[in-house]
């Protein structure tokens, strides 16, 4: 068992992601009110050694600040290193069963893009999955085909009580029909980092 979370306004974020300083905007995002936070730091500019674990820390204090979970994208090492209290994987990351091991009651988060992969998931003691992409998204350079809601209505009517998010492309504006599939939260990355108002794009969401 992990700790409790709450899925539903979930904010994935990493410098690449942001117009104005980063840690302003995580800031700006927990003071509306998001739920989980996820830190993932990738494209050819991204952070790497001190420098990455130093903003990584810088997360995870203002996280604790506005008790909100603090997850790291694919970085066991890391994740552990801070005492992080997630890691969120995609298919292509390593398997969750070593970060289990070493991390009894932590958050694991798996990227599932088939009903397959999210039976796969839950088998493998995942706790939540993220589904996606929904729309179409211009954040993740490898993001594959939108799978559209009826995956996530899918989903939730044959794993009823299993944590999911959507991901990837959701808006302000489309947050709310994605919500009628009855998942657990909205996982955005531009839609809050991109925002010339967060307050107001987080309380929309
Ligand atoms: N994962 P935005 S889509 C990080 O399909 C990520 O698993 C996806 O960014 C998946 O909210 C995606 O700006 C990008 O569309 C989400």
């Known amino acids: 068992m992990s700790m409790s979370f709450d899925l539903n306004k979930y904010f994935v974020m990493g410098t690449a992601n942001c117009k104005r300083e980063p840690l302003l905007v995580l800031e700006e995002a927990l003071q509306a009110g998001i739920t989980m936070f996820q830190l993932r730091e990738k494209g050819k500019n991204a952070l790497k050694g001190d420098a990455y674990a130093e903003f990584a820390r810088q997360c995870q204090k203002l996280c604790q600040t506005y008790k909100v979970p603090f997850i790291i994208n694919d970085d066991v090492e890391l994740a552990l290193t801070l005492n992080a209290d ?4 995609g298919q292509e990351d390593t398997g969750i069963e070593q970060f289990r091991f070493l991390a009894k009651n932590k ?4 990227s599932v893009h ?14 939540y999955a993220g589904i996606g992409p929904i729309y179409e998204t211009s954040t993740k350079d490898d993001a594959r085909a939108p799978v559209g809601l009826t ?5 939730k009517s044959q794993y009823t009580q299993f944590p999911i998010v959507a991901i990837g492309g959701i808006s302000v504006e489309n947050s709310f029909i994605v919500r009628q599939t009855g998942v657990n939260g909205v996982a955005v990355i531009s839609a809050i980092s991109h925002s010339d108002n967060i307050k107001e794009a987080v309380n929309s969401l």
């Open 114 to 127: 088939t009903i397959e992969q999210l039976e796969m998931a839950i088998a493998n003691g995942a706790d």
């Open 86 to 89: 997630g890691i969120h994987v």
């Open 107 to 110: 958050i694991i988060g798996v």
């Open 151 to 155: 995956l996530l209505e899918e989903a």
